[in-house]
């Protein structure tokens, strides 16, 4: 059956998309927005019943669509400059108290959207599960969810939790520092595993630092300083999980 093209800007659907690109109405409703054939196609494998509702372009052929928009109107909703066509609205999931995997992470302050897509892509290839957020940028932010490629609908995403909490359930809690022990000689077998990853400018905030049982960081040549915040999470996260195998 061909479903009648949405064209209307007051359409109350319509509305409501425009809406969510702001934060305080993704708190609202407890949804957000994301974008792109085969994000939408992953988010209804993965997760269908977090999918609220599908909407593609008038000139985009989607045989999953809830609704079509027509083309012009579509692209005023689109975020990405070349749009596929296709977007969903996708139900913001409740998420449990406490981490429960032998891996996660800490992230105090991360602040840019695409390093905090990319640490949570990594995060779930590198077998992370639960990641605990203290004063972020907001995960579900249009730029977070494309660039964290699905990764937001496979971690646990912790937005109360403390050191001291994670401390008390058993983890080991590691600290990238620029001050700290070479990750790749360092001594250590800890099996619950919670590494904190600091602000891009700042790093991590000292009274956190003061509470971590380890402090580590990554060797590096030449003149280089620093490492982006998202690769040296990544390079941390594969580390600690993998080192001993």
Request: with cysteine.
């Amino acid at each position: 059956m061909q479903i009648t093209p949405i064209v209307s800007r007051s359409n109350a659907l319509i509305k409501k998309i425009r809406k969510l690109r702001d934060k305080k109405y993704r708190e609202q409703f407890g949804e957000y927005v994301a974008e792109g054939k085969r994000w939408v196609s992953d988010a209804l494998r993965i997760c269908p019943k977090n999918v609220v509702a599908v909407l593609c372009s008038s000139d985009t052929r989607c045989e999953y669509a809830d609704f079509v928009i027509e083309a012009s109107l579509f692209a005023e909703l689109a975020d990405t400059e070349n749009s596929q066509g296709v977007i969903a609205v996708m139900r913001i999931p409740t998420f449990s108290h406490s981490p429960s995997g032998n891996h996660c992470l800490f992230l105090d302050r991360v602040r840019d959207p695409g390093n905090m897509g990319t640490i949570i892509r990594t995060a779930v290839a590198a077998g992370y599960t639960d990641i605990v957020l203290r004063d972020c940028v907001d995960v579900f932010n249009s730029k977070v969810i494309r660039s964290s490629m699905t990764g937001i609908l496979s971690i646990n995403l912790h937005f109360d939790s403390k050191l001291s909490d994670l401390k008390e359930c058993g983890y080991t809690v590691v600290a990238a520092d620029l001050q700290g022990e070479n990750i790749f000689e360092t001594d250590f077998a800890a099996q619950k595993v919670c590494l904190v990853i600091g602000n891009e400018a700042n790093g991590i905030d000292p009274l956190l630092l003061q509470q971590c049982d380890k402090t580590v960081t990554i060797p590096m040549e030449g003149e280089i300083e620093s490492l982006n915040a998202a690769v040296s999470a990544g390079i941390l996260m594969y580390q600690l999980k993998y080192r001993n195998r």
